[in-house]
Structures are given as C-alpha cells and as structure tokens.
C-alpha cells in the first residue's frame, strides 16, 4: 500500500507524522511523496491560526483532487472541527489527537501489541516534508492557559513519555541515519511533572546525553517560566546545541497579563541574560503576536523597544487571529486587521535585521554544518543548504553532495537573496 503523508504546523506535528510513517515502513508499506500515488492520505492538522484551519482544509482538498483514494484528518483542527473535517469532500476518516496513534491499528487490523513489536527504523519522508533532523515527541498537551490559545483544548493536559519511550524513539532515529535529534512537545519544559515521582528537564536531557550515535540535541519551543536555570550546567557537552526558541509573544507587560502569560519582561530579559552568559554565542528566537485585543500604539512600541534591547537572532511574528473557544475571542477593544499587519510587517522587518546582525558576528568564522539539501547544479557542483548547531542558515558549492552529513565551513558573506550565510567546505 502506498501512503501519503503531509503536515501543517508546528515540530510536534511533523514528528507524529514521521512516527507514523516509522510504523507502516517497518508493516511492509511504502511512503511516497505526493497524494497522486497513494492509496491512503494522512494530513496532520493545524489550528493555531485561522490560516493554519485554512491550510489544513487546503491540504486535505488537494489530497482528494490528486486522486488519493483514502483521506484521513487528524490533529488539531480535525479533533476540534471533526464533522467539518468529515464533510469535506472525498475526506473519508477522522481520527482526533488522542487516536492519532490507533491509525495503525484500526486500518491494519492490528493490535496494539502488534505495533511495539516492531523495529522501527526512522527515515526522512520523501518530498518537501522530508527533514535530516529527527523530530522526537517527549511530551503531549499543555498546561497553560494563555487567552488566544486553542491548544490546550485541541491537545488536554501536559502527559509525558517516559524516557524509556524516548530512548527508543531516539534509537530509532539512529539506526536511520539521523545526525540531529531535536525534542519536541506542546509545553516541552512542562515533561516529568505529571510522573508520580516528578523529574525535570535536566534528568531527561542528562538521559539523552548519556546515548552515543548522534552529533547533536537540540530543544524546539520553550516557555520561559518553564527554563529552570539549572539545565543550563548540560550544555557543556557540545552535541547540545546553541539555540533556544523562546516564546515571548509580546513586550508589553500590560499585554502578558491579558494574554495570561506568567512572565513579565524583565524576568524574561533576566533568563536571557543568564543563558547568554552561560552558553556564548547562542542564538535566541522567539514569537510574538501583533494586533492582540487592547494593543495600543503605545504597548505595541514597547514591544518593538523590548524585541531591539533583547536583540534576537530571529523570530517568528503571528498576526492576533480570533479564535472561537478563546477567553481572547470576548475581550474589548480589537485593533483594525490593517493596522496588525503594519505592525506585523514593521517586527518581521526588525527580526529581519536583528538576524542579520547576529549572523554577521560569524563571518571569517569556521563553523560545522548539517547538510539538509543537495541540488545538483551542473557537473561536478551541487548547491548545499543546511544549518550550524546555533540556527544560522548556510549555502555553499561543493563537488560532491553532503546530504546528512556534518562538514566544517567557513563562512564567507552574507547571501544576497535569502536570511543566510554563503560559506566555503574545508578541504578535510
């Protein structure tokens, strides 16, 4: 049976996905890389964002128009939206977040047994959903209740997985080739506290670290209020890489409130400043919202003046997008949609330029990259993108391809067309 898989939204998604591909593999089937070949298509939903629900019936349409014969939704627009998700056109099956993981099981006739027998082996998909690096799920839901969010209901409580689970995860990943393992979950910095003797962080990054066969680690999205300090003593070991993507939202304290964000900026300017002290040269990104209702001229400056004084590498900014089952939905005073877009594009521009100013510290630096892309250019050169362990997007020509491979590189300007570096492979 040929299987399609596509995704929208964030790194949890993408690891579901790619677990799931894990298991048909090992059960004899085949991953192919568009809807047009396939017997079955399974779209991993969002809906973080109105664009994100949009994208995710966009995908699920053009599943069924590429002649897939089975369309099946899931994740979290499907689990909030399940009978819309089912009268979409030609959409045969609906399984909510909490039955992403039976997909195996009720199309197979399968057991849950069945399924931990198996000797998973990760592979990249095929296609533009394919990544080098292996997204491992350590944790579900979340325990936060921030007023424009509907994750928390789409996904329940914060649950962990043990760390033997993770550790087979992260086998799994090794045994396919995998150079970068990056842990990925709802509320990461929540793992180990639902445990009936709670652990941390740091004792699941400690567990990680004591496994030998790849060359990097790294955290996706963590709150601020979740960064214990103490976790900071790992990154010693060099395989933990220089980034931490670091919510903010926004940088007015009057908007955290509303936005029911247990921080305030100055705490959060005092995390950064200890995790820069602690690991030199990490690179700090963050997301923020424009347009939340209430934002006034005068907050909205304040959060531009904090994102400058912070001085992010990068950052990802989301237009306020009304949510229905939100306490946000109910507040008074909504900015005009044109003025969250001026302020959207007035932070993209200004992440734009903390970006550059950051990147700019690495040139004439050597620095190893992960090859995540090979383009065959001509005979005898290949055009190489892939990432340093700090986040910094790198091209470069080579003669041969590197494809997951970590080779070292020194950086050489600034790329003229894209938020990146050009750099040259040194000779070994």
Same mark, same amino acid.
């Given at each position: 049976m040929n299987i399609f898989f596509d995704v929208i939204g964030c790194r949890l998604n993408q690891s579901e996905i790619e677990n799931l591909a894990n298991i048909f593999r090992a059960l004899g089937?085949?991953?192919?890389?568009?809807?047009?070949?396939?017997?079955?298509?399974?779209?991993?939903?969002?809906?973080?964002?109105?664009?994100?629900?949009?994208?995710?019936?966009? $995908?699920?349409?053009?599943?069924?128009r590429l002649g897939a014969k089975r369309v099946i939704a899931t994740g979290c627009w499907a689990t909030l939206e399940p009978e819309m998700a089912?009268?979409?056109?030609?959409?045969?099956?609906?399984?909510?977040?909490?039955? $992403?993981?039976?997909?195996?099981?009720?199309?197979?006739?399968?057991?849950?047994?069945?399924? #931990? %027998?198996?000797?998973?082996?990760?592979?990249?998909?095929?296609?533009?959903?394919?990544?080098?690096?292996?997204?491992? $799920?350590?944790?579900?839901?979340?325990?936060?209740?921030?007023?424009?969010?509907?994750?928390?209901?789409?996904?329940?409580?914060?649950?962990? %997985?043990?760390?033997?689970?993770?550790?087979?995860?992260?086998?799994?990943?090794?045994?396919?080739?995998a150079?970068?393992?990056?842990?990925?979950?709802?509320?990461?910095?929540?793992?180990?506290?639902?445990?009936?003797?709670?652990?941390?962080?740091?004792?699941m990054l400690a567990a990680i670290l004591s496994l030998d066969g790849y060359q990097r680690l790294r955290l996706s999205s963590i709150e601020p209020w979740d960064f214990n300090i103490e976790m900071l003593d790992l990154w010693g070991d060099q395989r933990l890489c220089r980034q931490l993507h670091i919510p903010l939202q926004s940088g007015d304290d009057q908007t955290l409130r509303q936005m029911s964000r247990p921080v305030?900026?100055?705490?959060?300017?005092?995390?950064?400043?200890?995790?820069?002290?602690?690991?030199?040269?990490v690179a700090i990104t963050t997301d923020v919202i424009t347009g939340f209702p209430g934002e006034t001229e005068e907050s909205f400056l304040a959060t531009k003046t904090?994102?400058? #004084?912070?001085?992010?590498?990068?950052?990802?900014?989301?237009?306020?997008?009304?949510?229905?089952g939100t306490a946000a939905v109910r507040m008074k005073d909504p900015v005009p949609g044109n003025i969250s877009k001026q302020r959207n594009a007035m932070l993209r521009e200004l992440f734009s330029r903390l970006g550059k100013a950051y990147r700019s510290r690495f040139i004439d630096k050597i620095l190893p990259v992960l090859w995540e892309?090979?383009?065959?250019?001509?005979?005898? $050169?290949?055009?190489?993108?892939?990432?340093?362990?700090?986040?910094?997007?790198?091209?470069?020509?080579?003669?041969?391809?590197h494809w997951n491979e970590i080779t070292d590189v020194r950086m050489t300007s600034h790329h003229s067309g894209r938020e990146a570096l050009l750099g040259e492979i040194m000779p070994h």
């Open positions: 089937h085949q991953v192919v890389g568009e809807a047009e070949n396939a017997d079955v298509a399974i779209i991993n939903t969002c809906t973080v964002t109105t664009k994100a629900a949009a994208d995710s019936r966009k $995908k699920l349409r053009r599943a069924v089912m009268g979409l056109q030609g959409v045969t099956d609906v399984f909510s977040n909490d039955e $992403k993981e039976l997909i195996p099981v009720q199309m197979l006739g399968l057991t849950d047994e069945d399924i #931990s %027998k198996l000797n998973l082996v990760r592979e990249p998909l095929p296609g533009d959903r394919g990544r080098t690096r292996a997204f491992i $799920k350590v944790q579900e839901g979340c325990d936060n209740h921030c007023t424009y969010c509907l994750t928390r209901i789409a996904r329940g409580r914060s649950r962990s %997985k043990t760390i033997g689970e993770i550790r087979t995860d992260i086998a799994a990943a090794m045994e396919g080739g150079q970068e393992i990056v842990l990925t979950g709802v509320q990461l910095g929540a793992w180990g506290r639902d445990f009936e003797v709670p652990m941390t962080m740091k004792d305030t900026t100055s705490e959060y300017a005092h995390l950064v400043s200890e995790i820069r002290i602690r690991i030199p040269e904090f994102i400058e #004084s912070i001085g992010f590498s990068g950052g990802h900014v989301f237009t306020y997008s009304p949510r229905p892309a090979n383009q065959f250019q001509s005979e005898n $050169k290949y055009l190489l993108s892939g990432l340093t362990d700090n986040y910094l997007r790198v091209v470069a020509i080579a003669e041969t391809p």
